[in-house]
């Protein structure tokens, strides 16, 4: 079974940064799009930004120009560098595959003080 650990999450205020970081125990991680998620309370969990195989990446409009997704293949992990962080970007951040995803993992919570 895959397992995802997504950490790097705290309580930063506005207009701060993280790098939050998810590593898949599975050995296809390389040849799957993955994609960072999020859910606020009380809301349905949305994609915020995704990254192909060969690297090219997509973004919510709402984080576009603020948010970087990356990866190592090499350390089956995913990065999401957020910057210019706002009170909105609070939630619980998940990683998971885009298509068909897998088990979630617990996810990491950001807050974001204004």
């Known amino acids: 079974q895959v397992q995802l650990v997504e950490s790097g999450g705290g309580l930063v205020q506005a207009g701060g940064s993280l790098r939050l970081s998810c590593v898949a125990s599975?050995?296809?991680?390389?040849?799957?799009?993955i994609g960072w998620y999020r859910q606020a309370p009380g809301k349905e969990r949305e994609l915020v930004a995704r990254?192909?195989?060969?690297?090219?990446?997509n973004y919510a409009d709402s984080v576009k120009g603020r948010f970087t997704i990356s990866r190592d293949n090499a350390k089956n992990t995913v990065y999401l560098q957020m910057n210019s962080l706002k009170a909105e970007d609070t939630a619980v951040y998940y990683c998971n595959r885009v298509l068909g995803p897998w088990v979630w993992g617990q996810g990491t919570q950001v807050t974001v003080s204004s």
């Open positions: 990254i192909m195989r060969g690297g090219s990446t």
């Open positions: 599975v050995s296809t991680f390389s040849a799957n799009v």
